[in-house]
């Protein structure tokens, strides 16, 4: 029902509501894109990446955020989080000092930018594509490419989550696609704490996602979507369709709404 309405009706313009979380969200992809564009710490300061947070800061009080001190709050939340993410992009990138009498350590050059903020596509026959949108691509020195995905709602990750995401799943596909030569793999990095984890995708998935995607898209492109109507589950409460849904649940008498 929410394909539905999304893409076939078309009806999200109306319904579509800016919450705390995604504005939160939102602001601190764009802090960060322009932080890795910019050229990382090499050439933005701690200081000046959490100040950037207020040029590229979506929402504000009734625009998903309830106060101006659950704004506050928020803001101040994504200035440490900026804060703590150029500390550690400092000391990834830092040479390492040798320790007398110790064999020196050389570390692999870190990796370069390739892309942030991309959408993805490939065509899956004449007529489905299966598209998405990464948030960055590095490259590594010996050419392999690293998707990064960012979660600034979450504290840990490990390995599953990158293996299970579908989303995670989709754009390694995608680029391994564009650039059947390089290796692909991805990492998901927890924004609060700067936990991550990373997971390569096998050719055996690969080929069950693609063969999976195609079949999806295919059942979608001949649904019979007249015959669609909305069923209350455990995603309705968190839907931004509800209010469409229960309009529809109260004329057609279901669920006593
Ligand atoms: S409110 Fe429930 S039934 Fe309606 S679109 Fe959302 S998830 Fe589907």
Not at 56 to 66: D, H, L, N
Not at 90 to 104: I, K
Not at 192 to 216: N, Y
């Amino acid at each position: 029902m929410k394909y539905r309405l999304e893409y076939i009706e078309k009806q999200g313009r109306f319904y579509h509501r800016i919450n705390a979380g995604n504005a939160f969200g939102h602001s601190l992809h764009r802090a960060l894109d322009v932080f890795h564009n910019a050229g990382g710490a090499a050439n933005v300061s701690a200081e000046e990446l959490a100040a950037s947070l207020d040029s590229v800061w979506v929402g504000g009080v009734g625009k998903g955020f309830a106060a101006a001190e659950q704004e506050a709050a928020f803001r101040e939340e994504g200035m440490r989080i900026l804060t703590e993410y150029h500390a550690a992009r400092v000391t990834q990138t830092a040479p390492v000092t040798p320790v007398e009498g110790e064999e020196e350590v050389i570390l692999p050059p870190p990796p370069h930018l390739l892309f942030t903020e991309k959408t993805l596509r490939i065509d899956l026959t004449p007529d489905v594509a299966l598209s998405g949108r990464v948030d960055r691509v590095d490259e590594h020195h010996d050419g392999a490419l690293e998707i990064v995905d960012y979660k600034s709602g979450r504290e840990t990750v490990e390995e599953e989550d990158v293996s299970r995401s579908l989303a995670l799943n989709i754009y390694q596909t995608l680029l391994k696609a564009k650039m059947p030569d390089r290796r692909v793999f991805a990492t998901l990095v927890a924004l609060r704490t700067g936990a991550q984890a990373s997971h390569e995708q096998t050719e055996d998935a690969r080929t069950e996602l693609l063969a999976e995607c195609t079949e999806t898209g295919e059942t979608l492109r001949n649904k019979d979507w007249e015959g669609v109507l909305p069923v209350l589950n455990e995603h309705c409460p968190y839907c931004d369709f509800l209010p469409h849904c229960t309009r529809w649940w109260k004329k057609n008498k279901i669920h006593d709404s």
